[in-house]
């Protein structure tokens, strides 16, 4: 069974700093390509970032520059650590795999990220 967790979520200040983990399990982490995307109340769910299977990384416009994401293949895990944050950050942030091998997706069930101005 596939499992994809996120943690890390909470309620941080305008200009401060968070950092997201997603721990999976049950799948090859190493070929899949990982992304974050979060949704906020009465909006689509959006990308934020991904990275590849072979590292490259991609990120939304309103985020460059402040988050990273990362993965490490060896704990089967992606991060997201998230600076200079802004109240238009706030969302629930979702993990994201999908296989290199036949494109299946799995989700991870969110974790809260509240800014406060």
């Known amino acids: 069974q596939v499992q994809l967790v996120e943690s890390g979520g909470g309620l941080v200040q305008a200009g401060g700093s968070l950092r997201l983990s997603c721990a999976t399990s049950g799948l090859i982490f190493s070929i899949n390509h990982m992304g974050w995307y979060r949704q906020a109340p009465g909006r689509q769910r959006e990308l934020v970032a991904r990275?590849?299977?072979?590292?490259?990384?991609d990120y939304a416009d309103s985020v460059k520059g402040r988050f990273t994401i990362s993965r490490d293949n060896a704990k089967n895990t992606v991060y997201l650590q998230m600076n200079s944050l802004k109240p238009e950050d706030t969302a629930v942030y979702y993990c994201?795999?999908?296989?290199?091998?036949?494109?299946?997706?799995?989700w991870g069930q969110g974790t809260q990220v509240t800014v406060s101005s």
């Open positions: 994201n795999a999908r296989s290199l091998l036949d494109g299946t997706l799995y």
């Open positions: 990275i590849i299977v072979g590292g490259t990384t």
